[in-house]
Every structure is written in structure tokens, then in C-alpha cells.
């Protein structure tokens, strides 16, 4: 057969026995996500109805989400509107799945779509982001679109002219040291392979310690797959599958596993032992400037975030939390939080993680983006630079095209906050 997971969804989608690389497909779209970026999607949607006297009506809103996400609340008046405009648009199409700015339901749109159980494995999934690739977290062919071709997705039901990308294989082992994380194997994947080393690919992964990773941190490493230029970073389908859809997504109904052949053909394999792995840092202004730790420690830190769809989920803020409880973030330092969902909010709040974090002179903001993109929370200051769970450094990332963004893991943020500079958590400062 030959196939990967990737080519068995898309010859699912396309109503095809069998597909190969290289062909030109419409496959049909099982989701089709937006956030506030949904007001550009629906003005080209309205568009393509304009003249023609057809009522301009969504091929299924059962298969569209919509998650306010980037500007919450809302920050301007344009913002505000646009909202507004999006909240009548949703009612008029009779959209279910969406998630406006209320505590109990709203979230990062990469962390509603699993938590709400509405990505499965095997589905064809799109959004008008580009860390849509987190869904191949489920065993799904997750990936970003832009406004014009969502407007069709809407319209039609089926991305047209998707071409089947190869896959590359990344099969990692080994058992993580203490304080080391699926965002250090990401990091250090990415910078191995560079920003456009699986440019137009799908990296597949597996081994045992994708096996024994739970979901949060499968999901850490499909979000970031497209920092090394991936269309989509999947995970084959599995127990660990099936638990967080049952357990954490309440799902009830029928959830079909996909997995590759074990002949499937790849363009690329890439053996990773994790036993031997270190913290790792993502410089500025680059995502692939990727070093140890160790590295760049002792470096000053104006600000530290913890959050965002790469690491705002329950474990990371469990991470910080029981590093930071009963002392003090470092004078002079910044340590704002971002839980990834209304569901984490609550439970890090049940759990007493929020109140550790609240303690040590951490800020503990709603549910969202935050100052991931810094055009709404936590903008940095001329000359300035954050240390942050977040998936981007480029320059002006964080607001500032002045300013410097570094990436790592919970536990090096954490435990730089208390030291005021980048440290090793392992080593403390040194």
C-alpha cells in the first residue's frame, strides 16, 4: 500500500482508494476554523454571492468554528465592530461551535477545537492560522489557509488544488531529563532541520517517546511543526488518542484510528534519542537559532510569559506553579501568564496553581493569545527582551521591532523568572 497518514486522509477525503505524492486533489473539509480573522473570511464569502441573487448560505455550519481568541476583550473600536459584525453573521448561518468572550468558553482556538472534541483523527482540517498544524496532534492533516481560500472552503465544502505533500519521519526515543520537555525535542527538531527544511512537507512522528507523550505535549510539537516550514506536523492516532477524546473531550461516539503502513514510503527519517537532550532556546530573530541553554545563561530578561496555544495548557502551568510557589519573581522582571482556555483557567484556579503564580508576583491574564503577536497584551518596551512559552521570535513579534524575544520551555521560563536572567533549570544560573 505504501501509504502515510497523511496520504490515507486525503484518498478518505477525496473519495479515493489510493493517492500518491504529487497528485492534485479537492478533498472535502471536515473543519473550518477561524478567529477574529473570520470578519476578512466572511467579506470575501459575501463577495462570491454578490450579483448573483443567491442567498449567500455556509455548505454545513456544523463543520465551522469560529474562537475569539487574538483581541480579548476587546482592545479598539475596530476590533469591537468587527466582533459584533461576526457575532451576526454567526447566528444568521446557525454556527454552533462558536466560542465568544465569555470566561467558561473561551480560549485560544488551538486549544477549544481539541478540548471540545470537534478535531477527530482522520479528518481534513483548515484555519485561517497558521498554527493550525496543532491538530495533527489527533491524527489529523491539520494545516493554515488563507481568507480567500476559506471563503471557498465555506462555500464549497472542499479546498481545491491541494497537492499531496511527502512526509518526512521523525521517529524519537529515549526517556526526557528532569526539567526537559516536548517543546526542548521541537526546538531542537527545528533547529535541525532549519525554518524551510520541510518546507511543502508533513512530518510524521513517532517512537517510543512520541508514544508515552501525553496530548499536551504532542499537540506542543505539531504547533511548532510549521516553524521548520511543515504543512503539517502529524501524530499517528493511538490509545493516548482515544483517551483524551473520551476523558478530557468528552467524546461518545466513534473515533476510527488512522496509521500508516509499516511500508510507507518517506523522503526523509530522522532518529532522535531524547536520553542526552538539554534545555533548549530559540534566539532571536529566528525560530531555527536554536541553542542549549546553557549557552545564552545569565542573560538579562525584562519580561517572562508563560502561555499561548504551544504551552498554555494545564501541565505547563503545573510546571511553573510548583516551581515558583512560596518564592518571588526577581525584581525588576515581569512574569505574565496566559492560560490556553476557560477549562485550564478553572482547573489551575481549582487546583491552587493561579494563586502559587498570583503569589510569587506573577500576572495572570484571561484566556488568550495575550502578547504573542503584541497587538493586544504585553508589548515589550524599546530595548527590552521576554523569554517566552510562545512559537514565534521574529522581530516585532512581541510588539517592538526593537525588542527581543528568546523561546523556550515552562520550566526555563519559570525558572528564570525568579533569577531575573535566562537560567538552566537544572543548574541554576550558572
Known amino acids: 500500500m505504501l501509504q502515510t497518514v497523511v496520504q490515507k486522509i486525503l484518498a478518505r477525503a477525496s473519495g479515493k482508494s489510493h493517492v500518491d505524492v504529487g497528485d492534485v486533489l479537492e478533498p472535502r473539509v471536515d473543519l473550518a476554523m477561524s478567529h477574529e480573522n473570520a470578519a476578512l473570511v466572511m467579506n470575501q464569502f459575501l463577495e462570491i454571492y454578490e450579483g448573483t ?8 455550519p456544523s463543520k465551522i468554528a469560529i474562537i475569539f481568541d487574538h483581541r480579548v476583550p476587546a482592545e479598539s473600536k475596530k476590533t469591537a465592530t468587527n466582533q459584533k459584525k461576526i457575532r451576526e453573521f454567526v447566528a444568521e448561518q446557525g454556527i454552533a461551535k462558536f466560542h465568544d468572550i465569555r470566561g467558561d468558553e473561551m480560549g485560544i482556538c488551538h486549544q477549544i477545537l481539541p478540548e471540545y472534541g470537534y478535531v477527530r483523527p482522520g479528518y481534513v482540517v483548515v484555519g485561517t492560522d497558521s498554527h493550525t498544524t496543532s491538530h495533527g496532534a489527533l491524527g489529523a492533516f491539520s494545516f493554515g489557509i488563507g481568507a480567500t481560500e476559506m471563503a471557498s472552503v465555506w ?7 491541494i497537492e499531496v505533500p511527502a512526509t518526512i519521519k521523525v521517529v524519537v526515543n529515549g526517556k526526557f531529563q528532569r526539567h526537559v520537555a516536548p517543546k ?42 510549521v516553524e521548520a516550514g511543515a504543512t503539517s506536523g502529524i501524530v499517528p492516532s493511538d490509545e493516548e488518542t482515544v483517551r483524551y477524546l473520551r476523558e478530557v473531550a468528552g467524546v461518545k461516539d466513534e473515533i476510527n484510528l488512522v496509521v500508516p503502513d509499516s511500508d510507507a514510503s518517506y523522503v526523509q527519517v530522522i532518529d532522535i534519542d531524547v536520553t542526552s537532550l538539554v534545555p533548549q532556546i530559540a534566539c532571536p530573530h529566528t525560530v531555527d537559532n536554536v541553542k542549549p541553554v546553557n549557552e545564552v545563561v545569565g542573560l538579562k530578561i525584562d519580561q517572562v510569559v508563560i502561555g499561548s496555544c504551544t ?14 510557589k512560596g518564592k518571588k519573581v526577581a525584581k525588576g522582571t515581569r512574569m505574565l501568564v ?31 493569545c495575550g502578547p504573542c503577536l503584541g497587538v493586544h497584551q504585553g508589548a515589550l518596551g524599546d530595548g527590552e527582551r521576554a523569554l517566552s512559552t510562545t512559537n514565534r521570535n ?11 524575544v528568546y523561546l523556550c520551555s515552562p520550566a526555563v521560563a519559570a525558572a528564570s523568572a525568579l533569577t ?9 544560573s550558572k
Open 53 to 60: 441573487g443567491l442567498e449567500a448560505k455556509i455548505w454545513d
Open 155 to 161: 462555500t464549497l465544502g472542499a479546498i481545491l488544488n
Open 184 to 225: 526542548d525535542l521541537i526546538l531542537y527538531l527545528i533547529g535541525q532541520l532549519t525554518a524551510e527544511g520541510a518546507n511543502f512537507k508533513v512530518i510524521e512522528y513517532h517512537g517510543d517517546t512520541i508514544r508515552n507523550m501525553d496530548t499536551s505535549g504532542r499537540l506542543t510539537i505539531c504547533n511548532m511543526s
Open 311 to 324: 504551552n498554555g495548557r494545564l501541565d505547563d502551568l503545573e510546571i511553573a506553579a510548583s516551581m515558583l
Open 338 to 368: 496566559f492560560p490556553a482556555s476557560g477549562k485550564i483557567y478553572r482547573e489551575a484556579m481549582v487546583k491552587g496553581y493561579l494563586y502559587d503564580l498570583m503569589e510569587a508576583g506573577a500576572v495572570i491574564a484571561n484566556p488568550g
Open 394 to 404: 521574529f522581530k516585532g513579534r512581541m510588539g517592538n521591532p526593537v525588542s527581543e
Open 420 to 428: 531575573g536572567v535566562i537560567t538552566n533549570p537544572n543548574n541554576g
